[in-house]
Nanobody
Framework: QVQLVESGGGLVQAGASLRLSCVTSERTSGNYVVAWFRQAPGKERDFVAAIRWSGGSTYYADSVKGRFTISRDNAKNTVYLQMNSLKPEDTAVYYC?????????????????WGQGTQVTVSS
């Protein structure tokens, strides 16, 4: 059972930056994919970015390409989401998810493990 704990959310103004962290309870090496999703009130949970722990390949939603960067720190069992040039439409609860798989998938239903979420609010 993999446990995920997110942190780093907050209230910022448009154009600011935030870095979210997702600490995993065990070494998510090998064929793990760790992803970030977000969910705004009244909307579905949307894919943001994902990283394959082995090899470090990444994948981003079009809406965040060029602004967000996902990365991992093997020694700290942590995945980060660096968010720059934040927009009000980025406001949501951000969730970290993990799954044992080879290929990255943007579909939330494919991930078995989820964190509790961290709120990101961007004011205009």
């Amino acid at each position: 059972q993999v446990q995920l704990v997110e942190s780093g959310g907050g209230l910022v103004q448009a154009g600011a930056s935030l870095r979210l962290s997702c600490v995993t309870s065990e070494r998510t090496s090998g064929n793990y994919v760790v992803a970030w999703f977000r969910q705004a009130p009244g909307k579905e949970r949307d894919f943001v970015a994902a990283i394959r722990w082995s090899g470090g390949s990444t994948y981003y939603a079009d809406s965040v390409k060029g602004r967000f960067t996902i990365s991992r720190d093997n020694a700290k069992n942590t995945v980060y989401l660096q968010m720059n040039s934040l927009k009000p439409e980025d406001t949501a609860v951000y969730y970290c998810a993990a799954d044992i798989r080879v290929a990255i998938t943007p579909h939330a239903r494919e991930y078995d493990y989820w964190g509790q979420g961290t709120q990101v609010t961007v004011s205009s």
